[in-house]
């Protein structure tokens, strides 16, 4: 008992951090009370003997408690909502692209100081349908200071914008660029700045935004029609960076220091520092911080000769989210991530036993195992958090998923050698565009389809009748292998 214990300790002890980190958006534990319940528990694990590991987990989920009560405490605080109605000059840092739309341009940024006052809060800036700031930018504007918008067509910006620690929108005017911020941000932007000036140099249009989608993770640059087409067609996820942006970086970087003679503890060295600087550049977004915290324990489990551990990689990935913003639980980026990775663990070598046997080929196999689990396991968090459900999602990523690693690789390695061999760069970018316009081509098409978004009570009816045509097939099947009486063999 105790060598099992030994073996799924780290995982018990993850699982009791997240599920108090969690359990914080539903219980805000006093930090004194908390901190001295923690620490007794964690003295009593050194006499608890083959308790020891139970004291250990209800002391780390009592810490995750009292950390997340501590971060929501943080990140509900908002000096300025005190200012709400008033205006005056704000000095603001510009900390995300902006999203422009045909009456405004919307940036999220950090306000330094309002009307003299020093601070450092996030806001959610808003300015006339002109040219927007860069990331980065440091600049000086005349705002007002009002509250985000409410329940509006399914939607509730002030809900959202409060579980990012944004509590009031400023609508600016007369904006004055002072320069750009320094420091690790400043790094992070300019990484950003340069993938996305070398990943497809020479693309516009709906092509480079459809790149920029699935390298950065931006779609603003994409039409409202082609994003609905995403969204109906269960493609909207490709313009999320995900854990196989991540898996081509760390697999393209060791291979490419193998390749020039140095050694394996360089190339996951090496990796390490990419997988970091990729994160700076596309932001803080679940799933590539869930994959990149994987990536960087795996490169790290290398160099320290210690065994992979999907799950406990998994798990220190949402340790880390929901450790420093608690209501990351509540976020739907979060749930599809995470609930479409548990499903991959949990179910793909099930399901790929059952198509064990048919005339497919085995990248063929594996991509329908793949889509068929995760289209299963998001459905419910997809029907819940936005009320509908795309019914083609498993033939539609089945289409596009050809074309997504090879635009992912052209991209990177374009961004990577650009310094160096630019004149190859527009070579790729073409190849990029062909395979964006391919993809999008994809998403149109399944979104044309009747029926391509399922409604709550339409995707009721649909499971019904689905289970019915499953438990129907099954019970021909069994009754047609099953041997007549007259047919038994007699002896």
Same mark, same amino acid.
């Given at each position: 008992?105790?060598?099992?214990?030994?073996?799924?300790?780290?995982?018990?002890?993850?699982?009791?951090?997240? %599920?108090? !980190? @969690? *359990? =914080?958006?539903?219980?805000?534990?006093? /930090?004194?009370? $908390? #901190?001295?319940?923690?620490? +007794?528990?964690?003295?009593?694990?050194?006499?608890?003997?083959?308790?020891?590991? %139970?004291? !250990? @987990? *209800? =002391?780390?989920?009592?810490?995750?408690? /009292?950390?997340? $009560? #501590?971060?929501?405490?943080? +990140?509900?605080?908002?000096?300025?909502?005190?200012?709400?109605?008033?205006?005056?000059?704000? !000095?603001?840092?510009?900390?995300?692209?902006?999203?422009?739309?045909?009456?405004?341009?919307?940036?999220?940024?950090?306000?330094?100081?309002?009307?003299?006052?020093?601070?450092?809060?996030?806001?959610?800036?808003?300015l006339?349908?002109?040219?927007?700031?860069?990331?980065?930018?440091?600049?000086?504007?005349?705002?007002?200071?009002?509250?985000?918008?409410?329940?509006?067509?399914?939607?509730?910006?002030?809900?959202?914008?409060?579980?990012?620690?944004?509590?009031?929108?400023?609508?600016?005017?007369?904006?004055?660029?002072?320069?750009?911020?320094?420091?690790?941000?400043?790094?992070?932007d300019?990484?950003?700045?340069?993938?996305?000036?070398?990943?497809a140099?020479?693309?516009?249009?709906?092509?480079?935004?459809?790149?920029?989608?699935?390298?950065?993770?931006?779609?603003?640059?994409?039409?409202?029609?082609?994003?609905?087409?995403?969204?109906?067609?269960?493609?909207y996820?490709?313009?999320?960076?995900?854990?196989?942006?991540?898996?081509?970086?760390?697999?393209?970087?060791?291979?490419?220091?193998?390749?020039?003679?140095?050694?394996?503890?360089?190339?996951?060295?090496?990796?390490?520092?990419?997988?970091l600087?990729?994160?700076?550049a596309?932001?803080?977004?679940?799933?590539?911080?869930?994959?990149?915290?994987?990536?960087?324990?795996?490169?790290?489990?290398?160099?320290?000769?210690?065994?992979?551990?999907?799950?406990?990689?998994?798990l220190?990935?949402?340790?880390?989210?929901?450790?420093?913003?608690?209501?990351?639980?509540?976020?739907?980026?979060?749930?599809?991530?995470?609930?479409?990775?548990?499903?991959?663990?949990?179910?793909?070598?099930?399901?790929?036993?059952?198509?064990?046997?048919?005339?497919?080929?085995?990248?063929a196999?594996?991509?329908?195992?793949?889509?068929?689990?995760c289209?299963?396991?998001?459905?419910?968090i997809?029907?819940?958090?936005?009320?509908?459900?795309?019914?083609?999602?498993?033939?539609?990523?089945?289409?596009?998923?050809?074309?997504?690693?090879?635009?992912?690789?052209?991209?990177?390695?374009?961004?990577?050698?650009?310094?160096?061999?630019?004149?190859?760069?527009?070579?790729?970018?073409?190849?990029?565009?062909?395979?964006?316009?391919?993809?999008?081509?994809?998403?149109?098409?399944?979104?044309?389809?009747?029926?391509?978004?399922?409604?709550?009570?339409?995707?009721?009816?649909?499971?019904?009748?689905?289970?019915?045509?499953?438990?129907?097939?099954?019970?021909?099947?069994?009754?047609?292998?099953?041997?007549?009486?007259?047919?038994?063999?007699?002896?």
């Open positions: 008992m105790s060598a099992i214990a030994a073996r799924a300790g780290p995982h018990v002890l993850l699982t009791a951090l997240c %599920a108090g !980190l @969690a *359990a =914080a958006n539903a219980v805000r534990l006093p /930090v004194v009370p $908390g #901190a001295v319940a923690a620490g +007794l528990l964690l003295a009593a694990s050194g006499i608890a003997g083959e308790q020891r590991l %139970a004291a !250990l @987990a *209800a =002391a780390l989920t009592i810490a995750g408690l /009292v950390w997340g $009560g #501590a971060r929501l405490d943080a +990140l509900d605080r908002s000096p300025l909502t005190a200012e709400i109605g008033y205006a005056g000059h704000a !000095l603001l840092v510009v900390t995300g692209p902006a999203k422009h739309s045909t009456f405004d341009v919307r940036v999220q940024a950090e306000a330094r100081a309002f009307h003299g006052r020093t601070l450092r809060e996030p806001v959610l800036l808003e006339p349908p002109v040219r927007a700031p860069p990331q980065g930018a440091l600049v000086d504007a005349l705002v007002e200071v009002t509250a985000p918008r409410g329940p509006r067509d399914g939607f509730d910006e002030a809900t959202y914008l409060r579980r990012h620690g944004i509590h009031v929108v400023l609508r600016g005017s007369h904006l004055r660029l002072l320069g750009m911020r320094g420091g690790l941000g400043a790094v992070a300019r990484l950003r700045r340069h993938i996305a000036a070398t990943m140099p020479g693309l516009r249009g709906e092509r480079r935004a459809v790149v920029a989608g699935i390298v950065l993770g931006e779609d603003q640059g994409l039409s409202k029609g082609l994003a609905d087409a995403f969204r109906a067609s269960g493609l996820h490709l313009l999320a960076v995900s854990g196989q942006n991540v898996l081509i970086i760390v697999t393209g970087v060791v291979t490419l220091v193998l390749l020039l003679g140095l050694s394996r503890l360089v190339g996951e060295a090496v990796a390490i520092v990419a997988v600087g990729y994160l700076a596309v932001g803080w977004q679940p799933s590539v911080v869930r994959a990149g915290v994987a990536g960087v324990l795996g490169s790290l489990a290398w160099l320290t000769a210690r065994p992979r551990d999907r799950w406990y990689f998994l220190a990935g949402a340790a880390v989210l929901l450790g420093w913003n608690p209501y990351a639980l509540l976020d739907p980026g979060f749930q599809l991530s995470f609930g479409a990775v548990v499903a991959i663990f949990l179910g793909v070598a099930r399901v790929g036993r059952r198509v064990e046997g048919y005339p497919l080929p085995r990248m196999a594996d991509a329908l195992t793949v889509s068929l689990v289209s299963v396991a998001t459905a419910p997809l029907l819940l958090q936005f009320g509908a459900v795309p019914l083609y999602a498993l033939p539609a990523n089945l289409l596009a998923a050809p074309a997504v690693a090879p635009l992912l690789g052209c991209a990177l390695i374009s961004a990577a050698i650009h310094p160096v061999l630019p004149a190859a760069c527009p070579l790729l970018a073409q190849a990029e565009g062909l395979l964006a316009a391919y993809l999008a081509a994809v998403a149109r098409g399944v979104a044309a389809l009747p029926y391509a978004r399922l409604t709550p009570k339409q995707t009721l009816v649909g499971a019904c009748l689905a289970v019915i045509a499953v438990v129907a097939v099954r019970r021909s099947m069994v009754s047609a292998w099953r041997p007549s009486r007259s047919a038994r063999p007699t002896f």
